[in-house]
C-alpha cells in the first residue's frame, strides 16, 4: 500500500522499475536483508551478483533519499549489517573485490556455481565462520583465505584441488574438516587436533594422512580401507586397542613416535600389510611375540623405549633378527615356516615391479651383492619411488643412479654396508626425510648435506665416526639421530642447541669422556642415551632415571 502511495512523487526510472531493470534481485529483499542480516538469493540464475548486494551495508537505501516519513518498522539507520549470505545453485564464474565491502559476515555459502577462483579480498571477512565452497571449480585457493582465523567450517568437496596447501594449519579454529572423494593426501600436521572427525573416513581415495604435532590420545578409529600411511608422531598416545587397528587393514607404514605407548596388543598382527613401524621414543617395555609373524615387515625402529627382557644386541642387529628372535618365543617355539614375502616368492623375478608400482618401494636388500644392477633401476621407469632399500649388501660406494630418484626419494636404507664415504651429489635428494646408513665403515659426512632441509631422522651407529659429524648441527629439522657404537669423543652442546626440532639423540657406546653441562639446555631432548661412555659424570644411577633427570643434573652444574 505504502508504495503505491510513494509512487507518484518519485521518478519513474527509480524504485522498484529501476531495481527490476538492472538488477535480478528483487528490492523487497535487499530491505528485508537491512532489517535481518540475512540475504537469500540461491537459486536465481545470477551469472553475477550485484553491485547492490556487496554495498548493502555501505550505501544509503533509496527510500532515505525520498525525503519522506517512515513508520517505526522502516527506519533504515537502524538496519543490521548483513551477517549470513547465500549464493548457493547460481551460475557463478567469479566472485568480485568487493566482497570485503560485507565485513560483518559470519556466514559465506557458495557452493553449486562455476567458480574457478576466489578473490583474494574474502581473507578480510575477518568475522567469517563458515564458508561453503564445494561443487565448484576451484584448482587452488587464494593466500587471503588463511587469514580467516576465525573460520570453523570449510567445505571444499567436489572441486578440482589436487593437493591442500600447508597454510591451512593456520586456520586455528577450523573443527568442521574439509571432505574430497579423490584426495590421495591430507597434512593435518601441527594443529591442536584432540579427536579426528569422522568425515574423514569418507575420503575413499585416501592413501597418505600426517597427523604429527597434535593432541591426539588414540589412533584415528578409520574404516578407510585404503589408508597406507599413517602418521601420528609427536602426540600423547598411551594406548593401542584393537578397535583402533581393525580398520587399517591396507597400511603399510605406522609412525607412532614420540607418544607415550606402553605396550602393543597382539592384534597388531591384523596388519597384515604392515612394513614399517615407527615406535621411537615411547614407554614399550615388552613386545608382543605376534609381531615377528607379520609377512612383509621391513623396519620396526624401537631406540628410546625401556624395553626389558630382549638382549641388547639382539635389538642391534636390526629388524630381521628381532622378528626372528619374537617368533622364537611363540609358545609353538617358532616352528612355523618362515613367511614368504613378495621378494622371497619362487620366482625367477629378483625386483619386485609390484612394490614399485604400488608401494612406491624399490627394494634390493639382502642380496650380498658388491653393486646394485643396471636392471634394478631400470624396473622403475618413471614411477615415484618414494623409499629404498639397498641394505645387507656388499656396497662400497652409493650407488650414483640413485640420483634419478631426487624428486620423491623420502627413505633410503643402506644399512649393512661397507661405505666408507658418502658422496657429495647425495645433497641433492632434497625430499630425504630418513636415512638409515648404519653398520658402515663411515667416518665422516659431507658439509653438503646440510641442504637436506627436509631430513627427520639420521642412523649412524655401528660406524668408525671418532668426531661427531658437523654437518649435523646445520640440519634444523633433525629430529632424530643415533650415532651409537662409534668413536665420538664429544659434542658441541652449544650447536645442538640450536636443533630446536630435536627429540631423540643416542649417543651411546662412544669415547665421551666427559659430557658438557650445557647439554642440559637442549629441553627439546625426550631421549637423550649416554650409557656405555667413559666419563664419570652423570653417574649411573641418574642415568637410570631417565632423560628429564640427565638434563635437570646437567643443568645443574652449568658454571653461574
Same mark, same amino acid.
Given at each position: 500500500?505504502?508504495?503505491?502511495?510513494?509512487?507518484?512523487?518519485?521518478?519513474?526510472?527509480?524504485?522498484?522499475?529501476?531495481?527490476?531493470?538492472?538488477?535480478?534481485?528483487?528490492?523487497?529483499?535487499?530491505?528485508?536483508?537491512?532489517? *535481518? &542480516?540475512?540475504?537469500?538469493?540461491?537459486?536465481? &540464475?545470477?551469472?553475477?551478483?550485484?553491485?547492490?548486494?556487496?554495498?548493502?551495508?555501505?550505501?544509503?537505501?533509496?527510500?532515505?533519499?525520498?525525503?519522506?516519513?517512515?513508520?517505526?518498522?522502516?527506519?533504515?539507520? +537502524?538496519?543490521?549489517?548483513?551477517?549470513?549470505?547465500?549464493?548457493?545453485?547460481?551460475?557463478?564464474?567469479?566472485?568480485?573485490?568487493?566482497?570485503?565491502?560485507?565485513?560483518?559476515?559470519?556466514?559465506?555459502?557458495?557452493?553449486?556455481?562455476?567458480?574457478?577462483?576466489?578473490?583474494?579480498?574474502?581473507?578480510?571477512?575477518?568475522?567469517?565462520?563458515?564458508?561453503?565452497?564445494?561443487?565448484?571449480?576451484?584448482? +587452488?585457493?587464494?593466500? &587471503?583465505?588463511?587469514?580467516?582465523?576465525?573460520?570453523?567450517?570449510?567445505?571444499?568437496?567436489?572441486?578440482?584441488?589436487?593437493?591442500?596447501?600447508?597454510?591451512?594449519?593456520?586456520?586455528?579454529?577450523?573443527?568442521?574438516?574439509?571432505?574430497?572423494?579423490?584426495?590421495?593426501?591430507?597434512?593435518?600436521?601441527?594443529?591442536?587436533?584432540?579427536?579426528?572427525?569422522?568425515?574423514?573416513?569418507?575420503?575413499?581415495?585416501?592413501?597418505?594422512?600426517?597427523?604429527?604435532?597434535?593432541?591426539?590420545?588414540?589412533?584415528?578409529?578409520?574404516?578407510?580401507?585404503?589408508?597406507?600411511?599413517?602418521?601420528?608422531?609427536?602426540?600423547?598416545?598411551?594406548?593401542?586397542?584393537?578397535?583402533?587397528?581393525?580398520?587399517?587393514?591396507?597400511?603399510?607404514?605406522?609412525?607412532?613416535?614420540?607418544?607415550?605407548?606402553?605396550?602393543?596388543?597382539?592384534?597388531?598382527?591384523?596388519?597384515? &600389510?604392515?612394513?614399517?613401524?615407527?615406535?621411537?621414543?615411547?614407554?614399550?617395555?615388552?613386545?608382543?611375540?605376534?609381531?615377528?609373524?607379520?609377512?612383509?615387515?621391513?623396519?620396526?625402529?624401537?631406540?628410546?623405549?625401556?624395553?626389558?627382557?630382549?638382549?641388547?644386541?639382539?635389538?642391534?642387529?636390526?629388524?630381521?633378527?628381532?622378528?626372528?628372535?619374537?617368533?622364537?618365543?611363540?609358545?609353538?617355539?617358532?616352528?612355523?615356516?618362515?613367511?614368504?614375502?613378495?621378494?622371497?616368492?619362487?620366482?625367477?623375478?629378483?625386483?619386485?615391479?609390484?612394490?614399485?608400482?604400488?608401494?612406491?618401494?624399490?627394494?634390493?636388500?639382502?642380496?650380498?651383492?658388491?653393486?646394485?644392477?643396471?636392471?634394478?633401476?631400470?624396473?622403475?621407469?618413471?614411477?615415484?619411488?618414494?623409499?629404498?632399500?639397498?641394505?645387507?649388501?656388499?656396497?662400497?660406494?652409493?650407488? *650414483?643412479?640413485?640420483?634419478?630418484?631426487?624428486?620423491?626419494?623420502?627413505?633410503?636404507?643402506?644399512?649393512?654396508?661397507?661405505?666408507?664415504?658418502?658422496?657429495?651429489?647425495?645433497?641433492?635428494?632434497?625430499?630425504?626425510?630418513?636415512?638409515?646408513?648404519?653398520?658402515?665403515?663411515?667416518?665422516?659426512?659431507?658439509?653438503?648435506?646440510?641442504?637436506?632441509?627436509?631430513?627427520?631422522?639420521?642412523?649412524?651407529?655401528?660406524?668408525?665416526?671418532?668426531?661427531?659429524?658437523?654437518?649435523?648441527?646445520?640440519?634444523?629439522?633433525?629430529?632424530?639421530?643415533?650415532?651409537?657404537?662409534?668413536?665420538?669423543?664429544?659434542?658441541?652442546?652449544?650447536?645442538?642447541?640450536?636443533?630446536?626440532?630435536?627429540?631423540?639423540?643416542?649417543?651411546?657406546?662412544?669415547?665421551?669422556?666427559?659430557?658438557?653441562?650445557?647439554?642440559?639446555?637442549?629441553?627439546?631432548?625426550?631421549?637423550?642415551?649416554?650409557?656405555?661412555?667413559?666419563?664419570?659424570?652423570?653417574?649411573?644411577?641418574?642415568?637410570?632415571?631417565?632423560?628429564?633427570?640427565?638434563?635437570?643434573?646437567?643443568?645443574?652444574?652449568?658454571?653461574?
Amino acid at each position: 500500500m505504502s508504495r503505491f502511495k510513494r509512487g507518484a512523487h518519485v521518478d519513474s526510472r527509480a524504485g522498484f522499475r529501476q531495481e527490476k531493470e538492472d538488477c535480478p534481485v528483487p528490492y523487497g529483499l535487499l530491505k528485508a536483508a537491512r532489517k *535481518s &542480516g540475512q540475504l537469500n538469493l540461491s537459486g536465481r &540464475g545470477l551469472t553475477e551478483v550485484p553491485q547492490s548486494v556487496w554495498r548493502l551495508n555501505t550505501d544509503t537505501p533509496q527510500e532515505a533519499q525520498q525525503n519522506l516519513s517512515f513508520g517505526a518498522a522502516d527506519r533504515w539507520w +537502524e538496519k543490521t549489517d548483513l551477517t549470513k549470505l547465500l549464493l548457493s545453485s547460481n551460475k557463478l564464474q567469479s566472485l568480485s573485490e568487493d566482497v570485503k565491502l560485507l565485513s560483518a559476515l559470519v556466514v559465506l555459502d557458495i557452493h553449486d556455481n562455476q567458480l574457478s577462483s576466489l578473490p583474494d579480498s574474502i581473507g578480510d571477512l575477518e568475522q567469517l565462520q563458515k564458508l561453503i565452497l564445494s561443487l565448484n571449480k576451484l584448482t +587452488e585457493l587464494p593466500s &587471503g583465505l588463511w587469514r580467516l582465523t576465525n573460520l570453523r567450517c570449510l567445505h571444499l568437496q567436489q572441486n578440482l584441488i589436487e593437493q591442500i596447501p600447508q597454510d591451512l594449519g593456520q586456520l586455528v579454529n577450523l573443527d568442521d574438516l574439509v571432505t574430497f572423494k579423490n584426495l590421495g593426501m591430507l597434512d593435518c600436521s601441527r594443529n591442536q587436533l584432540e579427536s579426528i572427525p569422522p568425515v574423514l573416513a569418507q575420503m575413499e581415495s585416501l592413501e597418505q594422512l600426517y597427523l604429527r604435532h597434535n593432541k591426539l590420545h588414540f589412533l584415528p578409529e578409520l574404516p578407510c580401507s585404503t589408508l597406507k600411511e599413517l602418521h601420528c608422531g609427536n602426540n600423547q598416545i598411551e594406548i593401542l586397542k584393537a578397535d583402533h587397528l581393525k580398520h587399517l587393514s591396507a597400511l603399510s607404514f605406522l609412525e607412532l613416535r614420540d607418544n607415550k605407548v606402553k605396550s602393543l596388543p597382539e592384534e597388531i598382527t591384523l596388519l597384515q &600389510g604392515l612394513e614399517r613401524l615407527d615406535l621411537t621414543n615411547n614407554d614399550i617395555s615388552s613386545l608382543p611375540c605376534g609381531l615377528g609373524t607379520l609377512p612383509k615387515m621391513k623396519s620396526l625402529t624401537l631406540e628410546g623405549n625401556p624395553l626389558r627382557g630382549i638382549r641388547r644386541d639382539v635389538l642391534t642387529k636390526g629388524t630381521g633378527e628381532l622378528l626372528k628372535y619374537l617368533r622364537s618365543r611363540q609358545p609353538d617355539g617358532g616352528s612355523k615356516e618362515e613367511p614368504k614375502t613378495a621378494m622371497t616368492l619362487p620366482s625367477q623375478a629378483k625386483i619386485n615391479v609390484h612394490a614399485i608400482k604400488t608401494l612406491k618401494t624399490l627394494d634390493y636388500s639382502e642380496k650380498h651383492e658388491a653393486s646394485i644392477p643396471d636392471e634394478v633401476f631400470d624396473a622403475v621407469d618413471n614411477s615415484p619411488v618414494a623409499n629404498v632399500n639397498f641394505s645387507k649388501n656388499q656396497l662400497m660406494a652409493v650407488p *650414483s643412479r640413485i640420483l634419478q630418484l631426487k624428486d620423491t626419494l623420502a627413505d633410503i636404507n643402506l644399512g649393512f654396508n661397507k661405505l666408507t664415504s658418502i658422496p657429495v651429489d647425495f645433497s641433492m635428494l632434497k625430499q630425504l626425510v630418513h636415512i638409515d646408513l648404519r653398520n658402515n665403515l663411515l667416518i665422516s659426512l659431507p658439509m653438503e648435506l646440510e641442504g637436506l632441509t627436509k631430513l627427520r631422522s639420521v642412523i649412524l651407529s655401528f660406524n668408525r665416526f671418532k668426531s661427531f659429524p658437523e654437518v649435523l648441527y646445520h640440519i634444523s629439522s633433525l629430529e632424530t639421530i643415533l650415532i651409537s657404537n662409534n668413536q665420538v669423543g664429544g659434542i658441541d652442546p652449544v650447536q645442538m642447541k640450536t636443533l630446536n626440532n630435536l627429540s631423540t639423540l643416542d649417543l651411546s657406546n662412544n669415547d665421551i669422556m666427559q659430557v658438557p653441562p650445557e647439554l642440559g639446555n637442549c629441553t627439546s631432548l625426550r631421549a637423550l642415551m649416554l650409557d656405555g661412555n667413559p666419563f664419570r659424570n652423570p653417574r649411573a644411577a641418574i642415568l637410570s632415571k631417565g632423560t628429564d633427570a640427565v638434563l635437570e643434573y646437567l643443568r645443574s652444574r652449568i658454571p653461574t
